[in-house]
């Protein structure tokens, strides 16, 4: 064979392995941004909603600012559930994967 090729060929590995741990380091880094900018925004609305349903209490506008209120938090439960359920779910779905993984190690 030639001389340094297994040396080549690791190096070549190693170079590969840094290659792909850097593009997965951006892209988690840029969903955790996503993530967050998300969060803010959504923030902003809420309470730019609810300040317009108190608004609208105070401008005797009792009902409709109630109403924009209660719908605003009801909103915010929603989103907060919903993301608990599929939290829950994914973790159930990776524990069933490892327990099967490891079963089938016997």
Known sequence: MLPGLADRIVKMAEANAAHRQALERSVVEGNVAAQRRGQVLAFTLALVVAGIGGFLVFSEKTTIGLWLILGDLLSLAAVFVTGKV??????????????GAGAGQD
Do not use: P, S
């Open 86 to 99: 599929l939290q829950w779910r994914e973790r159930e779905a990776r524990r069933r994967e490892a327990a």
